[in-house]
């Protein structure tokens, strides 16, 4: 884990625990550290930057243990960092994002840490591969299709038997229970295979009664906001995201 504050902090001050992407299979890039410091920065919030286990090397559950124990460490240690326990809130982005609304669901099955918020950016929640834009967009840049299903494969094992039960806690959208999760921001891609998985879910949380903030952005791919940032779109992308944070945590 990595711990980025903001300068000059006091006490009570909310709290992130951020999980990057990389499909289950890639470590934390610089850009994930920026943008981990960004936000304590912007936010005045204590970020903490999850290093979890990779596949397939680690299939699941190893990445899922790795920062559900984080999450309960930063909960645990609230006094030391600094944090206001009431101002808890999860954010991953592609496969992080399918990781934190798994944290969601597996902080309210367990009764705990209380969590305030979950940011779902760019979420990759679904291992069925069935919706149209999954099917559609084989050849997009950054992800697509066979990206999708080799990261899925690296992540539930390749020893899995086909017909084997994939557990909502490694595919969120296989979770037949959406109530009582914290309140959501879902931004999805309008080129990224990963677009109505995401649409599908938010729809889901909406449906079960969670407060949940919808954004679809036009013409951009996976990680438009990383790979093209000066862009009048991804910059709202990016502003976006800071945004719902603020309010979630109450900034």
């Known amino acids: 884990m990595a711990v980025f504050r903001p300068v000059g902090a006091g006490t009570a001050l909310p709290a992130v625990l951020y999980v990057h992407g990389g499909g289950f299979i890639l470590e934390e890039g610089d850009g994930d550290r920026a943008l981990a410091a960004r936000w304590a920065a912007d936010l005045g919030a204590v970020v903490v930057s999850v290093r979890y286990r990779l596949a397939p090397e680690h299939p699941y559950p190893a990445a899922t243990d790795d920062c559900y124990a984080a999450l309960e460490w930063l909960a645990g240690n609230t006094a030391e960092l600094g944090v206001d326990p009431a101002r808890i809130a999860v954010a991953g982005i592609s496969a992080g994002g399918g990781l934190a609304a798994a944290l969601a669901l597996l902080a309210r099955d367990r009764g705990g840490p209380a969590l305030c918020f979950q940011l779902l ?82 729809q889901r949380l909406v449906q079960a009664g969670v407060p949940t903030e919808l954004h679809l952005f036009p013409g951009t791919f996976h990680g438009a906001a990383g790979f093209v940032p000066d862009t009048a779109v991804t910059r709202r992308m990016t502003e976006g995201a800071l945004g719902a944070l603020r309010r979630g945590l109450s900034v």
């Open 121 to 202: 950016d760019i979420p990759e929640l679904d291992d069925r591969l069935e919706t149209p834009s999954m099917r559609e967009f084989t050849d997009t840049p950054v992800w697509n299709r066979p990206n999708a299903v080799h990261s899925w494969r690296a992540y539930l094992g390749a020893d899995r038997a086909p017909d084997a039960p994939v557990p909502a806690y490694a595919a969120p959208a296989r979770a037949e229970d959406l109530t009582g999760l914290p309140p959501a921001y879902v931004a999805v891609s309008d080129l990224d295979p990963l677009r109505d998985e995401g649409l599908a879910y938010a």
